[in-house]
């Protein structure tokens, strides 16, 4: 099992692949590190790819170099079962070496399959139980404003934990307040590991209950790039203007990038394992050599652009 490890960027650049090839190698780590653990958060993972592409992408200005600077910008994974995309970015960042990934979820790992941020650099938070990562982020807001260093906090929040009273509390301070620093994305990727969000609880419309707390409210396609980046670009102006907080409805597809599985709440966890796993790569630009015997699993192998 081979997860590639890229050069380290300089400090304050984005990746050295293009977005595209960013988020595709996103999409194949998260794959490759279910194979490691034997099962995996598929579809909440690969949903929000593009929208850690971007934010990762030069926007949230975080150093791996130094990691724990007070003044860096915060991202607070509230989804923390998707931290296996997040591991992904990180690493192709240089905060910690990424063929430390092959030990993803084994014992004595600091990667489990939610984040621990006493023990990986760059995770700001500790998330896992679902509905607190916006509360938390709220408090980095207001420390942020306090410090008055212009620092950014992000919160990635899935539309399953919407259902979460304590999202409703966190988000009516935000707004009250005005804390124009903090940005929620809300990953709309329509499924829990319930079923459907439609089948457990409809919160839509969703934009229209974050305006009624205050916010400003954008809908946007969560896999378009340009799309992304012109909401990341006016929730800036927002905050430099002192206005309300900002949250992306973003709409995404659940396991986006592997068609065999895309929208379906059936593979909100599940495990894709030998010629699935090698069909799956292949689809995101990995080609993979067969296996020497019936119990050996495929092995990535690197692709012409050396990914």
């Known amino acids: 099992m081979s997860i590639d490890t890229p050069t380290r960027p300089p400090r304050g650049a984005s990746p050295t692949r293009s977005r595209e090839a960013f988020a595709a190698h996103i999409r194949r780590t998260v794959l490759l590190e279910a194979e490691i653990a034997g099962s995996g958060h598929y579809g909440p993972s690969l949903s929000c790819a593009d929208l850690l592409?971007?934010?990762?992408?030069?926007?949230?200005?975080?150093?791996?170099?130094?990691?724990?600077?007070?003044?860096?910008?915060?991202l607070v994974l509230s989804k923390g079962h998707a931290c296996s995309a997040l591991y992904a970015v990180?690493?192709?960042?240089?905060?910690?070496?990424?063929?430390?990934?092959?030990?993803?979820t084994r014992l004595g790992t600091a990667y489990g399959d939610h984040p621990d941020m006493k023990k990986v650099a760059g995770i700001d938070f500790s998330s896992g139980a679902l509905g607190h990562g916006l509360s938390i982020a709220v408090g980095m807001a207001v420390h942020a404003r306090l410090r008055g260093d212009g620092a950014r906090t992000v919160a990635i929040?899935?539309?399953?934990?919407?259902?979460?009273?304590?999202?409703?509390?966190?988000?009516?301070?935000?707004?009250?307040?005005?804390?124009?620093?903090?940005?929620?994305?809300?990953?709309?990727?329509?499924?829990?590991?319930?079923?459907?969000t439609r089948e457990v609880l409809d919160y839509e419309p969703i934009g229209d209950k974050w305006a009624a707390f205050g916010w400003a409210v954008e809908r946007i396609d969560g896999h378009d790039a340009d799309a992304i980046d012109a909401a990341l670009a006016r929730f800036?102006?927002?905050?430099?203007?002192?206005?309300?907080?900002t949250v992306l409805v973003a709409d995404t597809v659940a396991g986006k990038g592997i068609p065999a599985i895309e929208g379906m709440a059936e593979w909100h966890i599940g495990y894709l394992g030998g010629s699935d796993l090698a069909t799956a790569l292949e689809q995101l630009g990995t080609r993979v050599e067969e296996p020497t015997d019936d119990h050996a699993a495929p092995r990535p192998i690197a692709t012409e652009e050396g990914h």
């Open 53 to 74: 592409a971007a934010l990762y992408s030069g926007f949230l200005r975080v150093d791996p170099a130094d990691a724990d600077r007070l003044d860096r910008d915060r």
């Open 90 to 104: 990180l690493a192709d960042l240089g905060f910690f070496p990424a063929e430390e990934l092959r030990t993803y």
């Open 157 to 196: 929040v899935g539309d399953g934990e919407l259902n979460e009273g304590q999202i409703w509390e966190a988000a009516g301070y935000a707004g009250a307040n005005r804390l124009s620093g903090l940005l929620a994305i809300v990953d709309v990727n329509t499924v829990c590991v319930d079923g459907t």
């Open 236 to 245: 800036e102006a927002r905050h430099a203007a002192g206005g309300a907080p």
